[in-house]
């Protein structure tokens, strides 16, 4: 699957964040919007980053979890 193709893909599954992929090729991921304290000390991270597409997904989806679990 191309780079562009992927980029858009995780877009869509995580409307929230902004994806993109840095020169160096690694993934990154960022939120729309501040996160509360409550939910930084819940594990809630602004930006997150991974070696490769799937890798990113699945950091997605465990913010996701934790967000979805804290109060804002």
């Not at 699957?1 to 929230?16: V, W, Y």
């Not at 964040?17 to 990154?28: F, K, M, N, P, V």
């Not at 501040?34 to 699945?58: I, K, W």
Request: aromatic share 10%.
């Amino acid at each position: 699957m191309s780079f562009d193709r992927h980029l858009a893909e995780i877009a869509r599954e995580f409307p929230a964040w902004t994806i993109w992929r840095s020169d160096a090729g690694r993934w990154w991921a960022t939120r729309h919007h501040p996160l509360s304290s409550a939910q930084r000390e819940a594990g809630c991270a602004m930006t997150v980053d991974a070696d490769d597409p799937e890798g990113l997904r699945g950091q997605l989806r465990e913010q996701e979890e934790l967000f979805g679990g804290t109060s804002a």
